[in-house]
């Protein structure tokens, strides 16, 4: 008797652990959204090839960890993922995190975002050099041109370091279809190209 009622508690913890981490799975797939076209249409609709900015903007003080500081849109894989302050798991599971050392988006500077390549990141290989990244917060929308992707080891402090003019870096794990963790980290690097700052 006592073995029969371990056992379905022991498949009942079983199920209930995989119903868990399936929800939590779940709701960080689900993170993506439809972007907004109207915003992508603004940035695209001038005609004019955008070129790199020398300096972006200045912030005042930072955001604590954990804080929303507003939203990644990737017009290619229509896409609009929150941004959130923070690398660490709790904030990947909410969306796409900001490294707190490196430039806030918008400013002269590196600024670093990191996110998960099963969730917010999973059609990240699927980016074009020219490709727009749309930052908007509410200092205003900025808009980065894609320079390049590379693939690099994940000990690769470079992909991190200051940089004199305003730029960012996407970096995720690779391989994207690697169970467990991954050796590498795949990067993509943007030049800031528009700003509209509000008023």
Known sequence: MFLRIFGILL???GLLTAGYNGYHWWKESHIVQTYDRKAYARSMG??????PLDQGIEYGEKPPIGEGVGDLIIPR???KLPLIEGIADPQLSQGVGHYPDTAFPGETGHSVLAGH?????K????????DLLIIKNGEGTFTYKVRKMWVTDKN???VIVPKDKPVLSLITCYPF???GRAPERYIVQADLVEIQEKK
């Open 156 to 158: 690769d402090r470079t």
């Open 177 to 179: 279809d690697m169970i």
């Open 11 to 13: 498949i009942s913890g």
């Open 46 to 51: 001038t005609g004019q090839p955008l070129k």
């Open 123 to 130: 059609r990240i290989g699927e980016m074009k050099k020219g």
């Open 77 to 79: 894989l229509d896409a």
């Open 117 to 121: 390549r099963e969730t917010t990141f």
